[in-house]
T-cell receptor
Framework: ETGVTQTPRHLVMGMTNKKSLKCEQHLGHNAMYWYKQSAKKPLELMFVYNFKEQTENNSVPSRFSPECPNSSHLFLHLHTLQPEDSALYLC??????????????FGPGTRLTVL | DAKTTQPPSMDCAEGRAANLPCNHSTISGNEYVYWYRQIHSQGPQYIIHGLKNNETNEMASLIITEDRKSSTLILPHATLRDTAVYYCIVRVAEGDKLIFGTGTRLQVFP
């Protein structure tokens, strides 16, 4: 099993739908992250969880709702999204959320299209 | 905002060394220089990081100037699979954020 997996890899949803993105890490890490990558824009950090506690919410609209039930799983619940929310959503994990030797390992991403 | 500046694109012939520059003139004493790359349609991949000394691993070498205001990532023998966007990031040791800029798009050609 590869280090960080994300499902689904592709998702098309309407603005009234509710969907969830799933991330799972098999690396024994304690920190997990959600990033958004819009077309021709840098990656933007959305949320950080460290030992299941949210430590960062980077002014993300409430239509994005993260959930971290344990250190291995991270969800991003989506509801009433807008077309401009279409992007690549990337999950990452690291040993902890701080410390110099704290490389982040990324999943392959979920390509989301909001119609 | 990203605290680094990189050229938007570079080309490199296969088998030659690729030298990717990064300016970080406002870097603080407790900030590390990290490099990641992102191959098309994949998540970013960690390459290397350093504080003051030059670093080398199986993927690349990182050369940091003595004043730490700039650095160079060296891929010693570039292959076609090294074609990607390369991101230079400065980050405090205790921080949890990776702030990505627009990176350098490296194109390796045959």
């Amino acid at each position: 099993e590869t280090g960080v997996t994300q499902t689904p890899r592709h998702l098309v949803m309407g603005m009234t739908n509710k969907k969830s993105l799933k991330c799972e890490q098999h690396l024994g890490h304690n920190a997990m992250y959600w990033y958004k990558q819009s077309a021709k824009k840098p990656l933007e950090l959305m949320f950080v969880y460290n030992f299941k506690e949210q430590t960062e919410n980077n002014s993300v609209p409430s239509r994005f709702s993260p959930e971290c039930p344990n250190s291995s799983h991270l969800f991003l619940h989506l509801h009433t999204l807008q077309p401009e929310d279409s992007a690549l959503y990337l999950c990452a994990s690291s040993h902890t959320a701080s410390g110099a030797y704290n490389e982040q390992f990324f999943g392959p991403g979920t390509r989301l299209t909001v119609l | 905002d990203a605290k680094t500046t990189q050229p938007p694109s570079m080309d490199c012939a296969e088998g030659r060394a690729a030298n990717l520059p990064c300016n970080h003139s406002t870097i603080s004493g407790n900030e590390y220089v990290y490099w990641y790359r992102q191959i098309h349609s994949q998540g970013p991949q960690y390459i290397i990081h350093g504080l003051k000394n030059n670093e080398t691993n199986e993927m690349a070498s990182l050369i940091i100037t003595e004043d730490r205001k700039s650095s160079t990532l060296i891929l010693p023998h570039a292959t076609l699979r090294d074609t990607a966007v390369y991101y230079c990031i400065v980050r405090v040791a205790e921080g949890d954020k990776l702030i990505f800029g627009t990176g350098t798009r490296l194109q390796v050609f045959p």
